[in-house]
T-cell receptor, first 110, second 113 residues
Framework: AQRVTQPEKLLSVFKGAPVELKCNYS??????LFWYVQYSRQRLQLLLR??SRESIKGFTADLNKGETSFHLKKPFAQEEDSAMYYC????????????FGKGTHLIIQP | EAGVAQSPRYKIIEKRQSVAFWCNPI?????LYWYQQILGQGPKLLIQFQNNGVVDDSQLPKDRFSAERLKGVDSTLKIQPAKLEDSAVYLC???????????FGQGTRLTVV
């Protein structure tokens, strides 16, 4: 069975500080990993996925297959980064459904 | 481009009543998903359609939940009869057939009392 674990329910950092949101997964095959974000009163939206290897809004995430992790990082947090962040995976089959973690509420303090 | 549309936004019903949710995906998106998000949890996949065919409904409680996508576009999700533990946000999402990027609707918040 596939599972995604986000150990932090809440993470609070000051503006300008580095941010790291942790995500670990269990899956026997070669999954595709994603980070989704939900800003206040907005719909859930894709932030980034490991296959694109992009930096979006200053965030990056590297897939570590040895540690089965896909942590989300940003060197300097901004107040507009405050949101719920969900790590998710699918089986790597393109449009397969997603398995989500429970989410981390990131609060950036001024 | 118009996003995924869902209605209603909110619904309050008594236990044992029936309820239906409607979803209109992004035009051209053949793949449609329904997720259930209970408070404090991440979304959980209930059912996935490819056009009007079911791809995955392994997590759908089939004794009370049903979903259809008759013409391969709009979809409805029904709960009959509802239980207290069905209180959740029901999210609809859609994607292109071979794309892993899912676009989500605003969701329907269901409260069962």
């Amino acid at each position: 069975a596939q599972r995604v674990t986000q150990p932090e329910k809440l993470l609070s950092v000051f503006k300008g500080a580095p941010v790291e949101l942790k995500c670990n997964y269990s899956y026997s095959g070669s999954p595709e990993l994603f980070w989704y974000v939900q800003y206040s009163r907005q719909r859930l939206q894709l932030l980034l996925r490991h296959i694109s290897r992009e930096s979006i809004k200053g965030f990056t995430a590297d897939l570590n297959k040895g540690e089965t992790s896909f942590h989300l990082k940003k060197p300097f947090a901004q107040e507009e980064d405050s949101a719920m962040y969900y790590c998710a995976l699918n089986s790597g089959g393109g449009a397969d459904g997603l398995t989500f973690g429970k989410g981390t509420h990131l609060i950036i303090q001024p | 481009e118009a996003g995924v549309a869902q209605s209603p936004r909110y619904k309050i019903i008594e236990k044992r009543q029936s309820v239906a949710f409607w979803c209109n995906p992004i035009s051209g998106h053949a793949t449609l998903y329904w997720y259930q998000q209970i408070l404090g949890q991440g979304p959980k996949l209930l059912i996935q359609f490819q056009n009007n065919g079911v791809v995955d409904d392994s997590q759908l409680p089939k004794d009370r939940f049903s979903a259809e996508r008759l013409k391969g576009v709009d979809s409805t999700l029904k709960i009959q009869p509802a239980k207290l533990e069905d209180s959740a946000v029901y999210l609809c999402a859609s994607s292109l057939p071979v794309s892993s990027e899912a676009f989500f609707g605003q969701g329907t918040r269901l409260t069962v009392v």
